[in-house]
């Protein structure tokens, strides 16, 4: 644990700044309670040439609040770094959960996941977004790095298995149709 409070401080020393302050507030912001990934899903469910990737999204969110939100941070109950450190003055509102893993960094990484298997050109920049929250999350000492690191690995594992899920249940309906119709 002193090795995440070093990386967590050498961030505050090094990189925290008034200029760029509201900016990680902003970003962190897009990730609670994934909520642009949320809106995202339901704008992709539209289309029907993207209902799919909005079903992969809507089973990845759905895994991240179940298993990280619901059991893992309960069951683990792991403090968060600004109640172990006094001195730490926060930029947003103290989070009231326990911190690992880190549900803003999992559900980023599980939609940007999702996004980069799917549509590809949303992917990336959804990447890139995606590893600008984890990075907010210690920035703001609200999340040890091994809570981000966790976040990241299992959103990416839960991103990657819902396309498959998807992907199988598309498939079983697709051949289910193709035996249901008459022969000519």
Known sequence: MEFEFFILDWIQTHLRHPILDPIIVFITTLGNAGILWIGLTILLAVRKSTRKTAAALAVALGLCLLWGNLLLKPLIGRIRPFN??????????????????????????????????????????????????????????????????????????????????????HAHRFQRNQQEKPHR
């Open 84 to 169: 172990a450190q006094d001195a730490i003055t926060l930029l947003i509102a103290a989070p009231l959960d326990y911190s690992f893993p880190s549900g803003h960094t999992m559900s980023s990484f599980a939609a940007a996941m999702v996004l980069l298997l799917t549509e590809r050109r949303m992917g990336i920049p959804a990447m890139i977004l995606a590893g600008l929250i984890a990075f907010s999350r210690m920035y703001l000492y609200v999340h040890y790095p091994t809570d981000v690191l966790a976040g990241l690995l299992m959103g990416c594992l839960f991103g990657w298995f819902a396309v498959r899920i998807v992907q199988k249940l």
